[in-house]
């Protein structure tokens, strides 16, 4: 079933990112650029960053998936980013596939792939201005969440709007 529909999203529905240690700047506590940087596949030919859908999983499994991933005390699970489909849709780069992972341990059964199209890194060379920006502007979609293992599944959601997103974040923003 995962194969037929692998690319049906409802506009609503929420999409969480894992954050990990070296993704947060934990004085400001606010996303750094890598939590959104597109990695190359080499399968697909496509540059790729792995997210889940939250709404066919709940968040302990979601926790053990993020945790198997933890490469180093350096890289350890910090938390979850969380946007909704339809703000990943507004980005015309960008693309979500749904791909379920049944093989790894544990099983990530929600995982979901956004491609980037026209916009991927080279690997081993700097990324150019527009890449830069873009990638800033992408992360301003993903509300992070810390996970101290007592956040439950209905705390979890996205900005509702801009507006939201200015509200949570008016402390670090500058006005002019």
């Given at each position: ?122 690997e081993g060379q700097a990324n150019d201005a527009a890449q830069n920006l873009n990638r800033d502007l992408f992360k301003e979609i993903w509300k ?22 200015v509200e949570v974040n008016r402390n670090r923003l500058k006005t002019g």
């Amino acid at each position: 079933m995962a194969k037929k529909f692998k690319n049906f999203f409802i506009e609503e529905e929420f999409i969480i990112r894992f954050i990990y240690s070296d993704h947060v700047n934990t004085k400001t506590n606010t996303l750094r650029s890598n939590f959104v940087h597109f990695r190359p596949n080499q399968a697909t030919g496509k540059s790729e960053l792995s997210c889940n859908r939250f709404m066919l999983d709940r968040l302990a499994n979601c926790r053990l998936v993020a945790k198997s991933n933890e490469s180093s005390p350096k890289r350890s699970y910090y938390g979850v980013g969380c946007t909704q489909v339809s703000y990943i849709r507004e980005w015309k780069v960008c693309k979500l596939i749904f791909t379920p992972d049944y093989v790894s341990e544990p099983p990530n059964v929600s995982h979901t792939d956004i491609y980037i199209l026209g916009l991927e890194s080279i690997e081993g060379q700097a990324n150019d201005a527009a890449q830069n920006l873009n990638r800033d502007l992408f992360k301003e979609i993903w509300k992070p969440y810390r996970d101290d293992g007592d956040i439950v599944d209905d705390e979890i959601r996205p900005y509702r709007s801009i507006k939201d997103f200015v509200e949570v974040n008016r402390n670090r923003l500058k006005t002019g």
